[in-house]
């Protein structure tokens, strides 16, 4: 079977791309690629030739052509790209050429999954091809790379050697008469098992920052009404994206924005001012507004400091108590009725003064968050999870070794513990795929675009 699809974007571009794998891409694409040289000659193996796609004596566009035999291609099988001009209407006549000649269109992420069936690629690598395509900052673009290029199935290979190794000692304890592993003792192995329960728990724990360069920082700008949020978003993105005025009330409902600050993604909401109110539509607003709070990784939480704070300032305030919150104190041109001293005993080390009238502030404000997240939260040469499906089979494997080292301590049989091990390393090995089933393996390349 050959597959076809195109795998460009289908919108007006400089260039399409069609491709092909199979048995049969190669034959395929020299029955409609007219050059002066042949796709077919082994000679020409992935090398980029100039023609024409032609079908039943009509050019359809003029192209690039290449072939990839296998197993030298990204699948694995032989392959073609046909690189045409973009656009929707060309790149389906030429796939229709292909699928009328016999090609089968390709579902979802066929491609990768051919590759990883046929070893080029694990499943944690696959996965971070989509992490690379989906990434919505230089972070997240990065640790897709890092993904792609193995680091993460390294990290997961390295616990499931050691699990294996334990598993040949604990095998040896059990029957160390049949065995050619010399036993080393039941301390010995338990020591073992917990030291690498540690590294996987430390792993684990790397989720929430992965998840934070995955999906972006969830950023709530709250406060009163009329106390600058708007102004802020606007200053923050360098553009005029939510109205402003002096009337208060005038957001009643969250806007949400993309910012990127030195690679990292910001999912900034602009929320509705938080007050008591009987309109009913501006009531739906300021419960958004606080559920927007209650989910953010960061809230910048904005007060009038021309004005004394208020009974509903400090519910803000104890409504952000336990998050990650930075205060500003705007207004400041137009006095000073609350001090960035007082605001200390609140935010300690998270207060700064601005004016977005007067565009001051917002330098700070930026440095802060880099502060927190890129130096802190964030560090994209690390190896972290960013799949919830990583952390799940992840904490499942800890379970099950969890299990297993206190079977071994407690000395109620050794046949037990080995179950448990054997299963944290079966665990370990649905992360990179080599375990895992086909029901597994559809539900992830389900998510790839067609033609990946």
């Known amino acids: 079977m050959t597959i076809a699809a195109i795998s460009t974007a289908k919108a007006p571009a400089g260039i399409g791309i069609v491709r092909l794998s199979g048995t049969d891409a190669i034959i395929m694409g020299e029955r409609f690629f007219s050059g002066r040289e042949s796709l077919s000659d082994p000679a020409n193996d992935r090398k980029l030739l100039y023609g024409h796609f032609v079908k039943d004596g009509e050019v359809y566009d003029e192209v690039l052509a290449v072939a990839f035999r296998g197993p030298r291609s990204y699948t694995g099988e032989d392959m073609v790209e046909i690189q045409a001009h973009g656009g929707s209407v060309g790149l389906e006549r030429i796939l229709s050429a292909f699928l009328e000649a016999g090609c089968v269109g390709a579902t979802p992420g066929e491609f990768t999954k051919i590759a990883f069936l046929n070893g080029k690629l694990d499943l944690t690598e696959a ?37 294996k190794d334990t598993l040949a000692q604990l095998v040896a304890e059990i029957d160390f008469s049949t065995e050619e ?9 338990i020591d073992t098992a917990t030291k690498i329960r540690e590294e996987m728990q430390r792993l684990l724990e790397t989720f929430h920052r992965g998840k934070l360069v995955k999906e972006g920082i969830a950023t709530a700008i709250v406060g009163k009404p009329n106390v600058g949020k708007s102004s802020f978003l606007n200053a923050l993105l360098r553009e005029d994206k939510a109205i402003v005025t002096e009337i208060p009330g005038t957001t009643r409902d969250v806007l949400e924005a993309s910012y990127s600050l030195n690679g990292i993604h910001l999912r900034v909401q602009d929320t509705a001012g938080i007050r008591e109110t009987e309109d009913v539509v501006e009531k739906l607003g300021i419960e958004r507004a606080l559920k927007s709070m209650e989910d953010a990784d960061l809230v910048i939480a904005i007060f009038d400091a021309s004005n004394p704070l208020t009974e509903t300032d400090l519910k803000i305030i104890e409504g952000v108590r336990d998050k990650r919150a930075l205060c500003l104190l705007n207004k400041r041109d137009l006095g000073s009725a609350v001090s960035a001293e007082e605001m200390e005993e609140y935010f300690p080390g998270a207060v700064i ?10 330098a700070a404000v930026e440095e802060k968050i880099e502060s927190w997240f890129l130096a802190g939260d964030i560090r994209t040469d690390d190896v972290f999870l960013t799949s919830l499906r990583h952390r799940d089979l992840l904490q499942a494997a800890i379970e099950s070794l969890d299990k297993g080292i206190a079977d071994l301590e407690a000395g109620v049989g050794l046949d037990l513990a080995e179950i448990y091990i054997e299963d944290a390393f079966t665990k370990l090995g649905e992360i990179t795929g080599q375990t895992a089933d086909e029901e597994v393996l559809n539900h992830v390349f389900s998510k790839f675009c067609i033609g990946k």
Do not use: H
């Not at 395509?133 to 390295?158: C, F, H, M, N, P």
């Not at 592993?181 to 192995?189: F, N, Q, R």
């Open 127 to 163: 996965e971070g091809i989509m992490d690379m395509i989906e990434a919505e900052s230089v972070s997240a673009q990065k640790q897709g790379v890092r993904q792609l290029t193995g680091a993460l199935y390294r990290k997961i290979e390295g616990f499931r050697a050691s699990l």
């Open 353 to 362: 003064e601005t004016s977005f009238r007067e565009e001051e502030g917002l």
């Open 181 to 189: 592993v010399e036993p080393v003792g039941v301390e010995v192995l």
